[in-house]
């Protein structure tokens, strides 16, 4: 076998420059993408991210589970979100902060810019609702004699109740994270190794206990249909599972995810590889 045919089956991943020029190819065709795709396809990145943190539930309420063990499994748990969404193709508002890229080159305006966020940030928060809506439904906290339901409420409320600050600092850590990767899979050429690029990066933000605005849009939520339901709470921070607490976690987690992975990320590989041309 010649070296053209064992590179033809085994070819290498993308190099840094070549990922960094596909990022901004990527981010062009997200851009001038309909508002319709976009939408159903954010919708769809929302429904994939909370269905990773469904899984992250299930193990986290397993009480024989010790502090690092849970945290562990639960983060590689949540990695079936990132996955889903990098191999079956969707739209997810922190791993499109990429985006920023094609911009810095002036490959799209800002307006196509912030208007492609703004969509499938409201498409993720979409999908995120549609499967807390599911979940109730089928009664997804009453799994282990309701112990599933006791921690979405003690996730939720935990979240609420941090310091805006705190979640901000969280939520920078978290999308440096998950823009690796993002970028990592840009520079996959199998399945396998898309799965391999997530799950590492995602498994450590989760496990580390940082903030991830989609996926805050589907535990928040979760957390206060499972009160409502009336689950059973065992920490200390019930009055902070509110629409207040929600907003203001929210908000921390999405300005931090913009400048963990806008302009940290996404700026320093661009100043590495684009501008220095």
């Known amino acids: 076998m010649t070296n053209n045919e064992v590179a033809a089956i085994r070819p290498d991943a993308l190099a840094g ?5 596909k990022a901004e190819a990527v981010g062009e065709g997200k851009a001038k993408m309909g508002v319709l795709r976009t939408f159903v396809l954010a919708v769809l990145a929302g429904l994939f991210i909370g269905m990773g943190g469904m899984f992250m539930l299930l193990v986290k309420s397993d009480a024989t589970l010790g502090f690092a063990a849970s945290s562990l499994l639960g983060g590689a748990a949540f990695s ?4 889903a969404v990098l191999v079956a193709g969707a739209e997810l508002f922190t791993g499109n902060n990429l985006m920023v890229q094609g911009w810095l080159s002036k490959r799209y305006s800002t307006g196509a810019l912030l208007r492609s966020w703004l969509v499938v940030y409201a498409g993720n928060f979409v999908g995120s609702l549609l499967l807390v809506c ?16 006791t921690t979405m409420v003690n996730v939720a409320a935990g979240k609420c109740a941090l310091p805006w600050g705190v ?15 993002v970028w990592m899979g840009f520079a996959a050429r ?10 590492l990066p995602v498994t450590a933000f989760v496990a580390c206990g940082f903030e991830h605005c989609v996926a805050n849009m589907f535990f928040i ?13 065992e920490g200390a ?9 929600m907003l203001s976690n929210l908000s921390a987690a999405t300005l931090g995810n913009i400048v963990g992975g806008a302009v940290l990320f996404a700026g320093l590989y661009w100043l590495a590889y684009k501008k220095g041309e």
């Not at 979640?167 to 990767?181: P, T």
């Not at 921070?237 to 607490?245: E, F, R, T």
């Open 221 to 233: 939520p979760m957390g206060m249909v499972a009160q409502s339901a009336g689950a059973a709470y």
């Open 80 to 83: 079936l979100g990132l996955f």
């Open 134 to 149: 599911l979940l109730r439904l089928a009664d997804f906290g009453g799994m282990g004699a309701g112990a599933v339901g």
């Open 17 to 21: 420059a070549q990922i960094e020029a």
């Open 237 to 245: 921070n019930a009055a902070a599972l509110s629409v207040g607490g």
């Open 190 to 199: 199998t399945v396998v190794d898309k799965f391999l690029c997530a799950a």
């Open 167 to 181: 979640a901000f600092g969280r939520a920078i850590m978290c999308n440096i994270l998950v823009c690796l990767a």
